[in-house]
């Protein structure tokens, strides 16, 4: 909803001042559809040479992120504490019970009491991995931490990979927008036999050029990318909540001290309280 109202703050100020000021909507609507052909379709075209067929639907994709926000919400992370817990619990009493969970993940009814998290293959693959590395007896859990990271490295990069393709579109239309100006001089040249009023008309038309690459860099297509990026660098805690948790039973402290360390690490706004998890975690949704 938020993104909505920024789309119609920025087309109601930029033009609604113009309007404003005196200025008249007629030489910009006339002069449009050919400069946004020009624009846009250069954009697209560049942004389809620099990128593979899996950066552009991961791109395409990922614009709905701007709308819709954050994949995980606060429940979500109390979800998955409670997950992390009866797993780890289960693991610390009884190994050979919770291999039957971590080796089919889509028939345990730990995981099936939470859904959203196991319809996350990634969140899914991450805790079970982790946890059937910590069952083959590792004698330096560092050496396990050392592949998480590399993992959560490796994952944010590629959820980032949309929001940089885009915002070297965004870097590239100002640019695009001058080519675009420079041809409609190029036309008002060959005209300059043409009375001062055509050729104003002209010239305030190629100025549109210039004028769209800008705002649509600056005003649009910049904070889309820079809107796609914050969502993916957030729901990259929920994975590093994994991490931190897994770590932790790694180093053979208590089911509730590993659950105490992943809530501390859950970002401010998202953090469930105290109470409110130890409420969660008496009556976890798969009891």
């Known amino acids: ?59 395409l994709k990922d614009i709905k992120k701007v709308f819709k926000g954050v994949k995980w919400k606060p429940e979500d992370y109390s979800d998955l504490l409670c997950l992390l817990f009866e797993l780890i619990r289960m693991a610390k009493s009884d190994p050979l019970a919770v291999e039957t969970h971590i080796e089919n993940p889509a028939e345990s009814s730990i995981f099936g009491a939470y859904p959203k998290i196991q319809g996350d293959s990634e969140a899914v693959e991450l805790i079970c991995d982790t946890l059937r590395s910590a069952s083959m007896n590792y004698d330096d859990p560092h050496q396990v931490e050392e592949v998480l990271d590399k993992r959560m490295e490796a994952h ?22 001058i080519v675009a100006a420079v041809l409609g001089v190029i036309k008002t040249m060959a005209a300059i036999d043409q009375p001062p009023e055509v050729l104003g008309k002209m010239i305030g038309g190629a100025l549109v050029g210039t004028f769209l690459g800008v705002f649509l860099a600056y005003g649009f297509v910049g904070p889309f990318a820079a809107k796609m990026k914050a969502v993916a660098e957030e729901d990259a805690h929920f994975y590093q909540l994994i991490r931190e948790v897994l770590v932790a039973n790694l180093h053979h402290h208590s089911p509730s001290i590993c659950i105490e360390v992943g809530r501390q690490n859950v970002p401010g706004h998202q953090r469930p309280a105290f109470d409110d998890l130890e409420e969660a975690l008496k009556g976890s949704k798969s009891a």
């Open 1 to 59: 909803m938020i993104a909505i109202v920024g789309v119609v703050v920025v087309f109601v100020m930029v033009f609604g001042g113009y309007l404003a000021a005196g200025g008249k909507l007629g030489i910009i609507l006339t002069s449009l559809p050919f400069e946004m052909t020009m624009i846009m379709g250069a954009a697209v075209g560049a942004f389809l040479l620099s990128n593979d067929g899996a950066t552009v639907k991961h791109t």
């Open 156 to 177: 944010l990069h590629a959820a980032l990979h949309s929001s940089h393709a885009l915002q070297n579109m965004a870097d590239g239309l100002p640019a695009l927008g």
